[in-house]
């Protein structure tokens, strides 16, 4: 099984609502990320976990907020977001982010479509 | 600080090679080069990788100059599905991490 799983694959929120978006990997894969794409742009990234731990957060606001509650699931909470956090949010999930790894190569999975209304 | 630099566009006729340039002149010595693509509205997917030396695997092939500073992604005989943004990124180490630095990629179409 090869596959990143994100759910739900469209959201509509308002600038008040809490909402989370979900991801799952089954692939043994300890290390996973969360992007921002907005729309011809490449994917920015977000977060990164590494065994479970936090190990980059790029000055993200704290309007989101990530979670890893196992080695399978990273979670992304969503509160009191604006318009302008409308974007493709991607997980991705690599074997590890040791460096020696030459590959590390990152699996993706298809995004969440968020607009916030 | 965008590491690479991709021509915008280009198209390619199917069942032709497509040959995808890519600009990154300040890299260092033991940063990777990955390339990724991502079809609309898709999650990216990653196609090569390499440091020094030409790579191919069943996608494609990486061919990258002696000086390290251009490369070029090679899909030999590409099909309408080839259609997508290609992306060109270097792994470089930064905040004590490796993290991937996407370039702003190329949207390449593949045209019957």
């Known amino acids: 099984d090869t596959e990143v799983t994100q759910t739900p694959k469209h959201l509509v929120m308002g600038m008040t609502n809490k909402k989370s978006l979900k991801c799952e990997q089954h692939m043994g894969h300890r290390a996973m990320y969360w992007y921002k794409q907005k729309a011809k742009k490449p994917p920015e990234l977000m977060f990164v976990y590494s065994y479970e731990k936090l190990s980059i957060n790029e000055s993200v606001p704290s309007r989101f907020s990530p979670e890893c509650p196992n080695s399978s699931l990273l979670n992304l909470h969503l509160h009191a977001l604006q318009p302008e956090d409308s974007a493709l949010y991607l997980c991705?999930?690599?074997?590890?982010?040791?460096?020696?790894?030459?590959?590390?190569?990152?699996?993706f999975g298809p995004g969440t479509r968020l607009t916030v209304l | 600080d965008a590491k690479t630099t991709q021509p915008p566009s280009m198209d390619c006729a199917e069942g032709r090679a497509a040959n995808l340039p890519c600009n990154h002149s300040t890299i260092s010595g033991n940063e990777y080069v990955y390339w990724y693509r991502q079809i609309h509205s898709q999650g990216p997917q990653y196609i090569i990788h390499?440091?020094?030396?030409?790579e191919t695997n069943e996608m494609a092939s990486l061919i990258i100059t002696e000086d390290r500073k251009s490369s070029t992604l090679i899909l030999p005989h590409a099909t309408l599905r080839d259609t997508a943004v290609y992306y060109c990124?270097?792994?470089?180490?930064?905040?004590?991490?490796?993290?991937?630095?996407w370039g702003a990629g190329t949207k390449l179409i593949i045209k019957p």
């Open positions: 390499g440091l020094k030396n030409n």
């Open positions: 990124i270097v792994r470089a180490f930064m905040d004590s991490n490796y993290q991937l630095i």
């Open positions: 991705a999930s690599s074997q590890t982010l040791t460096p020696g790894l030459a590959i590390n190569e990152q699996f």
